[in-house]
């Protein structure tokens, strides 16, 4: 049995449907990513583990025991608010010793695992500190002890460092996760940013406008996207439409080109359309891979250790991203130029069928 | 400093250190005239009038009868009806501002009422005096109710006075409360219960601390709103009842006693009493908002 269960969960506010149908089961000690674009119900399912939203249906279930109706302060869930919501009017050590003071711990017992707790997040010499007097990483880390000091048996953090700059950002997420891993207490991290997702996840939640899209690992999330959506929110800059030439042999037409995927297409039959993407990675500039395109090169941007070739593909309705390897002896192809770009067919995932085929669609690959 | 060097145009040479702080005065110009205008020629004024007798000869007797028991009880009865109406206008006016914000009024309901106590907390002298006495005055439109109740109340008292206060007082505290309550974060509370903290002990532990600052502010404003309330007192009790503003009205300009002299003294002790009370308050205030910059 799972340690955190949530079956069948629904939110809705009056008319809008905030979660729907949204099932997960983590394991002890496990860091699960809720990942996906603002307004996708993150915060709303994150505080019904928390009790501060009653679902609409579905429970919640901690350690085997079902926690849907009961009150905020009777569960054992420690939250990090996404503004960390720190008690202005008590010092460091008063904040991260709240919990247990609330709980009638013994003043000595409290002290000693205010002092713990401050060691572990590296400000043990701030506990006289008041909130305003700490930066905004160090106020992060104070919310992190005092969500941590009830011993809680699930951790929950919002967006915890979406307010922060990216070198803070990158240095406290390792050590948020080195904590979490110490602990080997059970974690749900939200966030809208995806590489923040791969980077700690043992697994990740994508969500799309209430609903689950895909829950795997990063590597599965990230290489097997379930959908056009994941494809494209979890790094996949490439999804574009292509027409079944023959299902069986991955025979694949795009923008007038014929292309092949690893595998047999077995979600539409021939003459369909059918939405595919791969990953800019995967390309590359030149007739190494047994997949080929023509076409002419937009723009180049570089991205510090990568370089991005944006190729207007032949009929030029099609934009394809190709990222190569800074290095120094590298030939960039100017704007304008006529490039081949070409990519093993194992880069070429083929996703759900689009909507409908719209006529220009069909037009544009005839 | 930060004025000074934020107006440079980037690029401009750098202000010479003589000339930083050049027009920065200006700014303080207002301010000096008000505090003078307002503050310091007035006290000055009362100052040297409750320091002369009635022929201009340089006297302290004037301060000395302030010690003649019936001026030394309008004091006592000044402070005690606005202690009185300061403390429970504070803690009802408090009480309803925070049940109209946390009880989720709807907002043109809450607009409705924050205009109203802008309007009632300036509902006083002669026309509060009229409505309380047509409310409660021996043929007053409640009175035979109150009557059946077994509760007399005799408009001339200092009971009945206090209750009159009241009608601005209440909406006052509403008024100046409202925005400290609305300062109280929702994230907050969340977090005291996510760590397992029951109302009463968020409410003692965080939502009591953040706004003692302002309630002790807003209590002493109401203090002194009281203290200094001449007009409705003297048109409800025809200027019998016994208290500061209206025995310096009877000095300065009674036909009965007149001594200007003893007015403008009992006035300089108003001053007193309310510049002890402001100090007071920022010694309060100043151990209750440690944790502010
Ligand atoms: N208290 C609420 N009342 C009404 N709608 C809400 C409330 N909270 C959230 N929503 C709506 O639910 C949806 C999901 O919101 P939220 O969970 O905050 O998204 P996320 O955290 O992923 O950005 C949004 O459309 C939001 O407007
Ligand atoms: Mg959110």
């Known amino acids: 049995m799972a340690f955190l269960e949530l079956s069948g969960i629904q939110k809705r506010f009056g008319e809008t449907s905030a979660v729907i149908d949204f099932n997960l089961a983590a394991e002890r000690g496990e860091f699960v990513s809720f990942l996906g674009p603002s307004g996708c119900g993150k915060t709303t399912t994150l505080r019904m583990i928390a009790g501060f939203e009653q679902p609409t249906a579905g429970t919640v279930a901690v350690d085997g025991k079902d926690i849907t109706r009961r009150a905020p302060n009777q569960r054992n869930v420690g939250m990090v608010f996404q503004s960390y919501a720190l008690f202005p009017n008590m010092t460091v050590a008063g904040n991260v010793g709240f919990g247990l003071r609330v709980r009638k711990q013994p003043k000595d017992r409290v002290a000693k695992r205010v002092t713990e707790l401050l060691e572990l997040i590296h400000l043990p010499d701030k506990a006289d500190r008041y909130p305003y007097q700490l930066s905004g990483g160090q106020q992060q880390r104070v919310a992190l002890a005092r969500a941590l000091a009830i011993e809680p048996q699930v951790l929950l953090l919002d967006e915890p460092l979406s307010a922060l700059d990216a070198k803070i950002r990158v240095i406290l997420r390792n050590e948020i996760r080195a904590i979490q891993r110490s602990l080997g207490i059970t974690t749900v991290y939200v966030t809208h940013d995806q590489e923040e997702a791969l980077s700690l996840s043992d697994r990740i939640v994508v969500m799309s406008e209430g609903r689950i899209e895909q829950i795997g690992s990063p590597f599965e999330v990230y290489n097997f996207p379930a959908t056009s959506f994941v494809a494209s929110f979890v790094g996949t800059l490439n999804v574009m439409t292509a027409r079944v030439a023959g299902a069986a042999e991955g025979r694949l037409v795009m923008d007038g080109q014929p292309i092949r995927a690893a595998r047999p297409v077995t979600i539409a039959p021939d003459g369909a359309n059918v939405t595919i993407a791969f990953r800019p990675e995967m390309l590359s500039m030149g007739e190494a891979g047994a997949n080929r395109l023509r076409g002419t090169v937009q723009d180049v941007t570089f991205l510090g250790s990568i370089v991005r070739i944006r190729v207007h593909l032949a009929s030029g309705a099609t934009v394809v991203s190709v990222d190569t390897f800074n290095d120094p002896n590298l030939t960039v192809p100017e704007a304008g130029a006529e490039v081949t770009i070409s990519f093993p067919p194992e880069a070429v995932l083929v996703l759900e069928a689009p909507p409908a085929a719209t006529a220009e669609d069909l037009i544009a690959e005839a | ?293």
């Open chain 2, 1 to 293: 400093m930060t004025a000074a060097s934020s107006l440079t145009a980037p690029g401009a040479p750098a202000a010479r250190p003589g000339r930083r702080f050049g027009f920065a005065w200006i700014g303080v110009v207002p301010f000096v005239l008000f505090a003078a205008g307002f503050l310091v020629l007035p006290t000055a004024y009362l100052l040297t009038g409750s320091l002369q007798d009635t022929h201009g000869q340089v006297t302290l007797q004037n301060y000395a009868r302030l010690s003649e028991p019936n001026l030394a009880s309008a004091y006592a009865a000044s402070i005690e009806i606005s202690l009185v109406t300061a403390v429970g206008g504070g803690i009802f006016g408090f009480l309803l501002a925070y049940a109209v914000i946390a009880g989720g009024l709807p907002r043109f309901l809450r607009n409705a009422l924050m205009t109203f106590c802008g309007v009632a907390s300036n509902f006083a002298g002669v026309p509060l005096a009229l409505a309380f006495t047509f409310t409660l005055g021996a043929s007053g439109l409640l009175t035979p109710l109150i009557k059946s109740l077994g509760i007399t109340l005799n408009i001339y008292s200092k009971t009945a006075l206090e209750l009159a206060y009241m009608y601005f007082q209440f909406p006052l505290m509403v008024l100046i409360i409202a925005p400290a309550i609305d300062g109280l974060r929702r994230d907050w509370r969340e977090a005291a219960e996510n760590m397992g903290a029951t109302s009463f002990q968020y409410w003692r532990y965080v939502a009591f601390p953040i706004l003692l600052p302002s309630l002790l502010g807003t209590t002493i404003l109401l203090f002194g709103n009281a203290f200094g309330a001449q007009a409705t007192a003297y048109e409800l009790s025809g200027g019998t009842i016994n208290i500061v503003t209206i025995a310096i009205t009877r000095q300065i300009r009674g036909d009965v006693v007149n001594d200007p002299g003893v007015g403008y003294a009992l006035a300089m002790g108003m001053v007193v009493i309310m510049a002890v009370s402001i100090g007071a308050y920022s010694l309060l205030q100043r151990r209750a908002e440690r944790w502010r910059r």
